[in-house]
């Protein structure tokens, strides 16, 4: 099975800058795809960015296009998420999930039910 663990949450003024890090362990990640969600208290899952090594793909939800960006070092099989542009609606529990049927990462790949093998999350927490 593949295990993953989050880190490198914490608390960031707005504006500022978190990387987090899904760290995988007993596959590589040309078995499958990375997805990054969030959950913020009483709302669901929210899918925030994907990354496929195998088809080379990404995507991203429009609520952080543009201020996030996903990577993958595979050697280390580790996949970022780099978070610029911080707002405080972006606080929640980071979590990074697998998904082993998609050929790669599109938007509509980003639906938590398709996602499995979930880490124990990272809290984000941009106040002021």
């Known amino acids: 099975q593949v295990q993953l663990v989050e880190s490198g949450g914490g608390l960031v003024q707005p504006g500022g800058s978190l990387t987090l890090s899904c760290a995988a362990s007993?596959?590589?990640?040309?078995?499958?795809?990375i997805g990054w969600f969030r959950q913020a208290p009483g709302k669901e899952r929210e899918g925030i960015s994907c990354f496929s090594s195998s088809s080379a793909t990404t995507s991203y939800a429009d609520s952080v296009k543009g201020r996030f960006i996903i990577s993958g070092d595979n050697a280390k099989n580790i996949v970022y998420l780099q978070m610029n542009s911080l707002k405080a609606e972006d606080t929640a529990v980071y979590y990074c999930?697998?998904?082993?049927?998609?050929?790669?990462?599109?938007?509509?790949?980003?639906?938590?039910?398709?996602?499995?093998?979930w880490g124990q999350g990272t809290q984000v927490t941009v106040s002021s």
């Open positions: 999930g697998v998904d082993w049927g998609a050929p790669g990462c599109g938007k509509s790949a980003l639906v938590a039910t398709n996602f499995g093998s």
């Open positions: 007993g596959y590589g990640l040309d078995y499958y795809n």
